[in-house]
């Protein structure tokens, strides 16, 4: 987008909005951390799905090893989260690691099945082998210390923020380079990308593992955020729902999965009151995906684009057309 | 025996179940020169081509390029050895723009890893910035280079034929597999063609051609390989293919008549 001042107001505002959050109160704190997680996830996903256009049916399964494995750590071995944290990645890393060859030969729809598969296989360990993860009772996460002072809310919501920012700016670069073209380039045409040179089993199996880095950050944050898990979290149908941000902010758009995690999570926060029209309000939503295909992103874009095309016609009208200065595309 | 032609394929055969795609095919071409491949549907042309560039792996005879074994590499790796491939019907990457796709003929020249590209490094901005430009070289070859910003699946199928052509060059390949890239064109579009395969040619680049068009066919091949089921039923200049009996009857048809203009 052209800098111009309107637009750096606005940055500095909303810079200033995310840096005093906190400010506002436990509830926009509280929402502000489900925001967070959800976008991490909505990036991982977009990368495995969005960019490489692989099905990811069971991300809540990775989701959970991340989540399980912190407070695991943590609850049983005494870690302290500093540590536990970057473990928890690690966890969903190798249990991404070890999936994969079974997972990454499948396409489309036995991808999804096999991957829903692999969610469910999750959920149930966790619901059964109640000796190691507590079952249905699930698992407590203490707050931690460092110097005597608690990681509460406050430094959780500013640790997330680090983590959606590095998390962003990390998709981003992918996107961008060599690395996200051979990705797009899979998604597009599998055959024809392997004879132009791309390893497509490589890049597959990195695209899969970057994801489960992602969802394995995200749970941890979650085990953190929330203080205490159980399987339910982490049940079939949120498969469905994790994946929710990344389609209605757009499948492949970065910008789209912060729009998605700040809609679906501030959604059900506002149907609440109306239970019964939750499903209802679901549904019109991924309905209405028929008219913005591309999610909120894309709508976003042509609306900006709009905005701009307008802007710069009321703006200019009268200079020469010489003068008159190309207003492009972002 | 050392082998003289860039390309030679020895007795090569493929199956598909109870298919003989290919019979025991022997043919090469020759460095800097284009040979086209010619035969009625069905023969196994493109069925050549694909085991090539390492679709599929063949059943039998080998695949010597630049005198080495090529038979046993995946698909992947045929770039890096020099080969590059259009397809029959145009398969380019529709949702990438069209600048996108021809820097992706260029992925195999990138050697950053994972984290040299994330950081940024100098190393990884300049083979970016140097992708970018021999994509634009390549496609102001083809003349596209004004719709660099495009989306490829926006494009006219002729134009879209051409940025194939811009994505396997962009790989700086010494051998071209071309599979019929002048189906579909109209008669002016085919002139073009004509003209960037003689300056494909100035570069030393060697063409193998699949083609039904035989105006093409005849006025810029060195060599003809003429494939019936599977087999090879005639090899020769344009001139001895044309005023051959077997091919006219096989292929050709009784009003052919050979007139190279």
């Known amino acids: ?70 407070a695991l750590l943590q609850a049983k071995l005494g870690w302290h989260v500093a540590y536990a944290l970057p473990a928890a990645v690690l966890a969903s890393l190798l249990i991404g690691l070890v999936t994969a060859p079974a997972l990454l030969r499948l396409k489309i729809h036995t991808l999804a099945l096999g991957t829903m598969a692999f969610a469910l296989v999750v959920y149930y360990w966790l619901e059964t082998t109640a000796s190691v993860t507590g079952g249905e009772e ?41 690395i996200g073209r051979a990705w797009m380039a899979i998604r597009e045409d ?75 999570t501030l959604l059900p926060q506002v149907l609440s009151g109306m239970q019964q029209y939750q499903v209802l309000v679901y549904g019109f939503l991924l309905a209405g995906l028929m008219f913005a295909p591309k999610g909120l992103a894309s709508l976003l874009e042509e609306g900006t684009r709009k905005l701009w095309r307008t802007f710069s016609v009321v703006a200019h009208t009268g200079d020469k057309t010489e003068d008159r200065q190309h207003c492009g595309e972002n | 025996m050392r082998e003289e032609r860039l390309l030679s394929i020895r007795e090569l055969s493929k199956d598909f179940g109870g298919l003989r795609a290919l019979d025991r095919v022997s043919l090469g071409a020759e460095e800097g020169k284009i040979t086209a491949v010619i035969g009625p549907n069905g023969a196994g042309k493109t069925t050549l081509i694909n085991a090539i560039s390492r679709v ?152 193998v051609l699949v083609e039904h068009n035989m105006g093409l066919v005849m006025s810029c091949a060195d060599m003809v390989v003429v494939l019936a089921q599977g087999r090879t039923i005639a090899e020769g200049s344009p001139k001895e293919i044309g005023n051959n009996p077997t091919v006219i009857k096989a292929y050709l048809g009784k009003g052919w008549v050979y007139d190279r203009s």
């Open chain 1, 190 to 264: 599998e055959g024809c990308a392997a004879v132009m040179g791309i390893n497509v089993g490589r890049y597959k199996l990195l695209a899969f593992l970057i994801c489960c880095g992602y969802l394995g950050l995200g749970g941890a944050l979650f085990a953190q955020q929330s203080g205490w898990i159980t399987p339910m979290s982490f049940g079939i149908f949120y498969n469905v729902t994790i994946i929710f941000p990344v389609i209605v902010g757009g499948l492949g758009s970065n910008w789209g999965c912060i729009l998605g995690g700040v809609v679906m």
């Open chain 2, 56 to 207: 599929f792996k063949c059943d039998g005879g080998e695949i010597l390029f630049d005198n080495k074994q090529i038979g046993k590499l995946q698909a992947h790796d045929i770039t890096g050895v020099g080969i590059a491939r259009t397809f029959q019907v145009v398969r380019l990457f529709k949702q990438l723009t069209v600048l996108e796709n021809v820097m992706i003929g260029s992925h195999s020249r990138m050697k950053t890893g994972i984290f040299q590209v994330l950081c940024r490094t100098g190393l990884a901005r300049s083979e970016e910035e140097n992708a970018q430009k021999d994509g634009m070289d390549a496609l102001r070859f083809v003349g596209l280079e004004d719709k660099a910003g495009n989306l490829a699946g926006t494009l006219a199928y002729g134009q879209q034929r051409l940025v194939e052509l811009a994505r396997a060059l962009a790989s700086k390949p010494r051998l071209l597999l071309l599979d019929e890239p002048a189906a579909g064109l109209n008669p002016r579009e085919v002139d073009m063609l004509f003209n960037l395969f003689e300056r494909i040619r100035e570069q030393r680049i060697t063409i």
């Open chain 1, 138 to 178: 699930g698992l407590r996460v203490l707050a931690a210390y460092v110097s005597g002072y608690r990681l509460g809310p406050v430094f959780y919501y500013y640790l997330i923020t680090l983590f959606v920012i590095l998390g962003f700016i990390v998709a981003e670069r992918f996107k961008r380079c060599k």
């Open chain 1, 1 to 70: 987008m052209r800098s111009t001042k309107p637009t750096t107001i606005l940055i500095i505002v909303l810079l200033v909005v995310v840096a005093t959050l906190p400010l506002f109160g436990k509830y926009v704190t509280y929402l502000s951390h489900l925001i967070g997680i959800a976008i991490i996830l909505a990036l991982g996903i977009n990368i495995f799905w969005g960019l490489c256009g692989q099905i990811q049916f069971g991300a809540a399964g990775f989701y959970a090893v991340g989540a399980y494995a912190c």
